[in-house]
C-alpha cells in the first residue's frame, strides 16, 4: 500500500518488503519479520487469523473500549471533523495495543517470549505511556485495569 503512494516507492519500503517476502527463508526463531497472520499457526489453536482473535486464543486481553458505542471509522470522523482531542487519543490508543498485541503474538511464535494466564495488554499500555494520553486516565479505560 505505501509503496503504491509514490511514483518512486522510498527505498526503505522496498527494503521492507523484501525482508516480508524474504522471511519465510530464515528459521522462524531468528527471523527478524514475522507476519502474524500467516507465521503463528503453529501455536494456535483458533481457526481465525483475525488478530483479536488471536490475542485470544494466546491469553492476551486486548479490550477496545475505544470502540464502544462507535465504530473505527466514526471515531476517526469525529476526529477530523471535530477535532476532539479525546477522538484523536482514542484512535492513537488502540493503534498502539494493535501494534503492541502483534510484537507479542510475534515474539510468542518466534519462542522469544512465552506466558501463562491471561495478560492483560490495557495494563501494559497503562504503565508504560503513563501520562501521555488523558485518555487512559478516563473511568472507562482504567475500569480494565
Do not use: K
Not at 507476519?35 to 489453536?45: F, M, V
Not at 512465552?114 to 472507562?140: C, E, H
Amino acid at each position: 500500500m505505501l509503496a503504491n503512494a509514490a511514483a518512486t516507492p522510498p527505498e526503505a519500503i522496498e527494503t521492507a518488503r523484501h525482508a516480508w517476502r524474504a522471511r519465510r527463508d530464515a528459521e522462524l526463531a531468528t527471523r527478524r519479520v514475522v507476519d502474524t497472520r500467516y507465521d503463528a499457526g503453529h501455536i494456535l489453536g483458533c481457526a481465525s487469523r483475525r488478530l483479536v482473535d488471536v490475542c485470544t486464543d494466546l491469553g492476551l486481553d486486548v479490550t477496545q473500549p475505544e470502540l464502544r458505542g462507535a465504530s473505527m471509522t466514526a471515531l476517526h470522523r469525529t476526529w477530523l471533523e471535530t477535532g476532539r482531542a479525546e477522538a484523536r487519543e482514542r484512535i492513537s490508543v488502540l493503534n498502539i495495543r494493535h501494534s503492541l498485541s502483534a510484537a507479542l503474538v510475534a515474539l510468542r511464535a518466534t519462542g522469544r517470549a512465552d506466558w501463562t494466564g491471561t495478560v492483560n495488554v490495557n495494563r501494559i499500555l497503562a504503565a508504560g505511556l503513563d501520562g501521555a494520553f488523558a485518555w487512559l486516565r478516563s473511568p472507562t479505560f482504567t475500569a480494565l485495569l
